[in-house]
């Protein structure tokens, strides 16, 4: 299937009288004929439709659906982004371990990487995106699990070097997990790129509504778990009656693995119906990404061209210093866009006041039009100095482009600007 047919169809086929629309199943427990029944099921963790703390038939529809986006083989969707990201690091990495990321990567990750893994003894190593093979080299230890990075970092905008980075991967022997989160798999599949773990917030453009807080891991199938390095892979878990994941589930070990050890112990599951809302965004999801793109390049234009902005920052613009990336990479730059304004933070802040249809909110990737100024609201405990050094500009405004008609974005920016 195509993407546009998967974003209806993939995950779900109703037979002979069955519902049209995926169900929603809110029922916390399904019924067994008997105990050998129960018993088999305990045994085959692939048949895991025991309790919904880690399994449920509505969000396993969306999970196949954004496995088969993705060109994965297998997906476990988590109550939140954040929770994607942190069960995908848990399920390699255990106290004493360490791992590789890019710093241009979403601020909450930052945060759970730079301080949260950190008290429970894992190690996040920042590494420069534009340092040398040598330099990445020597910032392996032995103890290096994985290395981590963002198709397009939010908020930076950088785009990632999946040729680069993937092959770096591939020397250490260890996976590459991508957060994919705003180019979505209709822009960019990190699979066919060399990721071999991708995760999402579906908070974004996937439930695109603003309707529900998700993320989802998919698995590639691809790594080879059985390479020296991933002996929880390979050796009997005890915690489930002596199972080897990279042997008797070799399909899809990662998500096995995250799902009978990790969703089973920390339980951050979605509930049926936020995966019924998340599937209603994603039916329409490629559709809404081209559109997203075409709008947000058309806005970016228009702010370049106005004497009140210094800089515009937009992977879609010949002017970023990844175009060369976007064009290899991406089917178009997604729907957001920074805009540094002439002057700072105070016309920033007139510009973001005087705007009417475009809503000023603590949110990116809504089907409507919406700011946020870095400076004075989610990085606000910083100084203009500090703002700097985290490469927050205090005159930078995020525009998050919605799908409303063209002209009228343009008309609500153009009156803000006035203003300004
Ligand atoms: C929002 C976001 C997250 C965190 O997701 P939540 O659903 O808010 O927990 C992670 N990565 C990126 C790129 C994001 O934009």
Same mark, same amino acid.
């Given at each position: 299937?195509? !993407?546009?047919? %998967? ?28 105990? +050998? ?7 085959? #963790?692939?048949?895991? /439709? ?6 449920? #038939? ?15 083989? @297998? ?6 982004g954040q &929770?994607?990201t942190l069960?995908a690091i848990l399920?390699l990495c255990?106290a004493g371990d360490s791992f590789i990321s890019v710093p241009e990567i979403y601020g909450g990750t930052v945060n759970l990487f730079a301080v949260t893994l950190k008290r429970m003894g894992i190690e996040c190593i920042f590494v420069d995106s *534009? ?5 990445? *080299?020597?910032a392996?230890k =032995?103890s290096t699990k994985l290395v981590f990075g963002e198709?397009?970092a939010n908020p930076a ?20 997990i991508?957060d994919?989160?705003? @180019?979505?798999?209709? /822009? ?7 990721? *071999? ?10 439930? $695109?509504? &603003? ?16 390479? $020296? ?22 399909? &899809? ?8 050890? /990790?969703?089973? *112990?920390?339980?951050?599951?979605? %509930? ?5 809302? /998340? ?14 793109? +075409? ?28 175009? &060369? ?18 002057? $700072? ?28 100024? =870095?400076?004075? +609201?989610t990085h606000?405990q910083l100084?203009?100095?500090q703002l700097?050094q985290a490469g927050i !500009? #205090? ?11 063209? !002209? ?13």
């Open positions: 299937m195509r !993407d546009e047919t %998967a974003c209806l169809h993939a995950g779900y086929t109703p037979t002979n009288t069955q519902p049209r629309v995926v169900p929603i199943v809110q029922s916390t427990t399904y019924v067994y004929d008997s105990t +050998e029944d129960v018993a088999a099921v305990f045994d085959d #963790p692939t048949r895991s /439709l025991i309790y919904s703390r880690f399994a449920n #038939p509505t969000v396993m529809a969306v999970e196949e659906k954004i496995a088969a986006l993705e060109g994965g083989v @297998a997906a476990m969707c988590t109550s939140s &929770a994607a069960l399920n255990q *534009d340092a040398s093979d040598e330099e990445i *080299d020597r392996f =032995p198709t397009i905008l950088k785009v990632f070097d999946f040729g680069k980075w993937s092959a770096v991967a591939k020397r250490h022997k260890v996976p590459l991508i994919n989160t705003f @180019a979505t798999p209709i /822009l960019c599949k990190p699979i066919e790129h060399g990721a *071999d773990v991708v995760i999402h917030s579906t908070s974004k453009y996937m439930d $695109g509504h &603003a309707v529900q807080v998700g993320g989802v891991i998919v698995d590639s199938g691809r790594f080879d778990w059985t390479n $020296g390095n991933f002996p929880d892979f390979t050796t009997p878990d005890d915690s489930y009656h002596g199972i080897t994941y990279a042997g008797t589930y070799s399909q &899809a070990p990662f998500i096995i693995k995250a799902r009978m050890q /990790l969703m089973r *112990d920390f339980g951050c599951y979605p %509930a049926a119906h936020s995966a019924f809302l /998340l599937n209603l965004g994603l039916e329409t999801l490629a559709m809404r990404m081209k559109q997203y793109c +075409e709008n947000a390049l058309v806005v970016a234009r228009h702010f370049e061209a106005s004497d009140k902005i210094a800089h515009v920052v937009y992977p879609g613009l010949p002017t970023h210093p990844d175009y &060369a990336l976007t064009q290899r990479y991406l089917k178009g730059a997604s729907g957001v866009i920074s805009v540094i304004f002439e002057g $700072g933070k105070a016309p920033a802040q007139r510009f973001m006041d005087s705007l009417k249809l475009t809503s000023n909110q603590v949110h990116v990737a809504d089907i409507r039009s919406c700011v946020l100024h =870095p400076a004075s +609201e606000r100084n203009d100095e700097r !500009d #205090p005159g930078m405004v995020r525009f998050s482009v919605g799908l409303e008609a063209i !002209d009228d974005i343009l008309a609500d920016i153009d009156q803000a600007l006035a203003a300004c």
